[in-house]
């Protein structure tokens, strides 16, 4: 197959149905040798931070000599995006090959009448395949939702557990208590392999801290850090922290928001650990690394006048998170929002903490079967009582965002990745 046919076989053939447990990813990875088996991992799970963490660890760890891979998803243009390494995102001929190859082993698992991997577990087997051929020194693999089931989960014996923030989001899937999510994210944790966790509620510490100890891993969780930020804007951001595992002054982070500090500092208590293990990373490199640190479609700036901020903010913490942050951006700003959400997220509560914040919306629908239809959105807007647009072809919903805002004032586009990602891809095409 080339690479359209790739992409035709996994969406229209496969689907995008999800069906919890390890089997099928076994099997196919069976198949293939057990590629898994043959990489070195640092294991990313939970509900918020995961894709920065692991841009921020992937930096440092090329910036310390390091050929690391990364896998994450979900992607906002190209599949492609999902397997990078040393910075740089598979080839449409590579990524067709490696499809190919899966189908290959899908369809004799089906001659055989055993259940057929899913779309997501083909794509991470992939993964593992294609990191195992290329011989990277470390893979970083971010967990695609929950954890103890994900097919991410045929990790053995991670080099690290990194847990970050987790909170309510896919209650449908993983519980409808931050406990039992927490449960299910704290399941990538393996016996003997250590756990970096990012500081949070106490029900989620305690959670993961009695998971670790049952399995013999160790298990860190800095609480109390000392933070000084010295410099805060869309260029960046220079803090200082200081806790039981680490001492840095005055590190550049050019990833902005409140919340990227609090995933920086999980980051740097995590390659605290790595250095324990051995790994080559000094102050030097790590500095370097988080310097050099991207990732797109969080708090990214898109253009100027006026000033269009995209963030992929998604679930109700995470529009908390950035409703947070903003404060420290806007400098007298009037924000107009560009906002479409799935049906299936805590919109009301997500409406309440960025509506706020916002003198003007234009409401618009993801390109997703989950999507909220834009009536019932307006209708959880009204008693804010703010104006608002309806616009359902989100191209056309930016446009009307550009005609109603003065240039002195901003855009804000968030709520889904998938709008997200049409929008960046509209606004760069322009």
């Known amino acids: 197959m080339n690479y359209i046919e790739s992409i035709k076989y996994l969406e229209e053939e496969v689907g995008f149905a999800s069906v919890p447990g390890l089997s099928r990813i076994q099997a196919l990875l069976k198949r293939l040798g057990n590629p898994e088996k043959k990489l070195r991992c640092i294991h990313v799970a939970g509900t918020n931070g995961k894709g920065s963490a692991v841009a921020m660890l992937s930096s440092v760890l090329r910036e310390s000599s390091c050929k690391t891979a990364s896998y994450t998803s979900p992607h906002l243009h190209r599949y492609n995006e999902r397997f990078v390494i040393n910075g740089q995102e598979i080839s449409d001929e590579q ?23 899913t779309l997501f577990e083909i794509v991470t087997a992939a993964a593992f395949h294609y990191f195992a051929e290329e011989k990277v020194d470390i893979a970083v693999m971010e967990v ?68 670790a100890q049952a399995l ?51 980051v740097l208590n995590a390659c605290a650990i790595l250095q324990q293990l051995g790994l080559p990373l000094t102050e ?21 006048h006026p000033l269009v901020l995209l963030d992929g903010a998604h679930n109700a913490d995470g529009i908390a998170k950035l409703a947070q942050s903003l404060p420290h951006y806007v400098n007298g700003r ?19 903490e960025i509506f706020p914040l916002i003198h003007q919306a234009v ?10 239809d834009l009536d ?47 929008i960046r891809e509209y606004i760069l095409s322009l």
């Open 376 to 422: 019932s959105l307006a209708k959880a807007t009204a008693h804010f009582h703010k104006p608002v647009i309806l616009e359902k072809e989100i191209p056309r919903a930016f446009d009307r965002a550009l005609e109603i805002t003065d240039e002195n004032d901003m855009i804000l586009c968030c709520g889904s990745l998938y709008m997200i990602g049409e």
């Open 216 to 266: 013999s891993a160790p298990f860190y969780c800095e609480t109390e850090n000392q933070i000084s930020v010295h410099k805060q804007d869309f260029d960046g951001t220079i803090f200082s922290v200081k806790n039981h595992l680490i001492d840095y002054q005055e590190l550049t982070l050019p990833l902005p928001g409140d919340y990227q500090i609090a995933n920086c500092i999980t």
């Open 95 to 117: 990524f067709a090959a490696e499809i190919t190859l899966m189908r290959h082993h899908c369809e004799a698992m089906a001659a055989n009448g055993e259940d057929v991997p």
């Open 334 to 352: 009037k924000i107009t929002l560009v906002l479409g959400v799935l049906g299936d997220k805590e919109y009301p509560l997500m409406l309440s």
């Open 144 to 211: 695609g939702l929950g954890g103890t089931y994900d097919a991410t989960n045929v990790i053995e014996a991670p080099l690290l557990s990194l847990i970050m923030s987790i909170s309510m989001d896919h209650m449908d899937y993983l519980g409808n208590t931050l406990s039992d999510i927490a449960r299910e994210k704290c399941g990538i944790i393996k016996k003997n392999c250590p756990v970096v966790l990012y500081s949070q509620e106490k029900i989620v510490y305690n959670m993961a801290k009695e998971m």
């Open 284 to 304: 030097e490199t790590i500095r370097r690394g988080i310097l050099h640190a991207f990732w797109h479609g969080r708090m990214e700036v898109l253009k100027q």
């Open 363 to 372: 409401l618009t629908e993801p390109l997703s079967e989950r999507k909220l």
